[in-house]
């Protein structure tokens, strides 16, 4: 049995794959909707775990469930996520193999990179009034807190599930300030919205092609808009592939 951290598209695709291939597959998802479209994708040698899982709660699962390999496609910024699995795995002798997305290179001259969250805020406000979201629901509370905000109008584009618009409804945001719509979105669509909502500055994750963040800044950099861009964290990954052949491959070597 292999486990899949598979709480993104680059996640379910290798979960196809690995089936594909025969392997027998549990993907853990953090999400309902990441759960259907999941098993939208899956069979009988799909199982999917949609409970969190600590380190502690890891070790107890993966040697339950007798994994013997461990495939971390886990979202780039889940830092805790791979820290978790690799230390789950170290100690139960399990391979683990890190599937990273290649980054976006941030060649527009108006893209300022931060390392946190809160730099993001404070480098937001002090170039305008409209701050534009684009790094999804999970952080979104750092953002509505913050300080350096307090005098700004925040945009918040979403996903449209019921789970995350009242997320947004609790943290304060009024429906003028959400953009409830699923990606990808074209180069033309971001630069309309940015348009539409009068957005001064546009804040958003370096999460690679995959995640929509060259057609961002295409459309920021059209309308001359300043990007604020949260720096991919940096781990040591025990292993670590930039394709899904290399998994593939590590898979059959190592399972």
Known sequence: MIFVAAGTQDGRELTRLLLERGHAVTASVVSHYGEQLLAAAGGSRLVINDEPLDEEGLVQYLQAHGIR???????????????????ACRRLGIPYIRY???????????????????????EAAARGRVI??????????????????ADCTLIA????????????????LTPKQVV?????FSTELNRELFKK??????????????????????AAAAL????????????????????????????????
């Open 100 to 122: 990273e997305r290649s980054l976006t290179e941030l060649s527009y001259e108006g893209i300022v990179v931060v390392h946190s969250y809160e730099e993001a805020a404070a």
């Open 197 to 218: 909502y009068h957005a001064d500055v546009i804040v958003t994750k370096n999460s690679g092609t995959i995640g929509g963040t060259d057609t961002k800044l295409a």
């Open 132 to 149: 534009f979201l684009t790094t999804g629901s999970r952080n979104l509370k750092k953002f509505t807190e913050a300080g350096a905000l």
């Open 69 to 87: 390999l461990f495939v971390d496609a886990s979202h780039p910024y889940a830092v805790h996520v791979s820290q978790n699995a690799m230390s």
């Open 224 to 255: 001359h808009l300043p990007v604020i861009v949260i720096d991919r964290p940096v781990l040591q990954y025990d292993h670590l592939a930039h394709t899904y052949e290399d998994v593939l491959s590590f898979v059959e070597e190592n399972h």
């Open 180 to 184: 409830a719509l699923q990606g990808p």
């Open 157 to 172: 584009r979403v996903l449209p599930t019921a789970e995350v618009l009242a997320l947004c409804e609790e943290l304060g």
